[in-house]
């Protein structure tokens, strides 16, 4: 079972920054693919990016394409989610997700591992 827990959310103006991180635990962290997802409020959980296993490859939405990175800091078995340029229509609820396989994936679906969320809010 792979636990994840997420950090670094929080109020922001727009035009700021912020960098969420995820930490799984028990398991080699390089045979697991990461994403984060977001869901604002009224709607459905979407996908913003993902990073493969060996951290080779990478896709993002394009409404945050130019202006999120995610990456993985393998000495702290960790992976982030860098966030400038934020706009209000980025609040949301961010949760990182893990799927066992070192190849990327977009749909929900496709991760077996959730966090619980944290809370990025974006002031105009």
């Known amino acids: 079972q792979v636990q994840l827990v997420e950090s670094g959310g929080g109020l922001v103006q727009a035009g700021g920054s912020l960098r969420l991180s995820c930490a799984p635990s028990?398991?080699?962290?390089?045979?697991?693919?990461m994403a984060w997802f977001r869901q604002a409020p009224g709607k459905e959980r979407e996908f913003v990016a993902t990073?493969?296993?060996?951290?080779?490859?990478?896709v993002y939405a394009d409404s945050v394409k130019g202006r999120f990175t995610i990456s993985r800091e393998y000495a702290k078995n960790t992976v982030h989610l860098q966030m400038n340029s934020l706009k209000p229509e980025d609040t949301a609820v961010y949760y990182c997700?893990?799927?066992?396989?070192?190849?990327?994936?977009?749909?929900?679906?496709?991760?077996?591992?959730w966090g619980q969320g944290t809370q990025v809010t974006v002031s105009s």
């Open positions: 997700a893990a799927r066992r396989s070192i190849t990327i994936a977009t749909s929900e679906g496709q991760y077996s591992y």
């Open positions: 028990g398991r080699t962290f390089s045979i697991y693919s």
């Open positions: 990073i493969a296993g060996n951290g080779g490859s990478t």
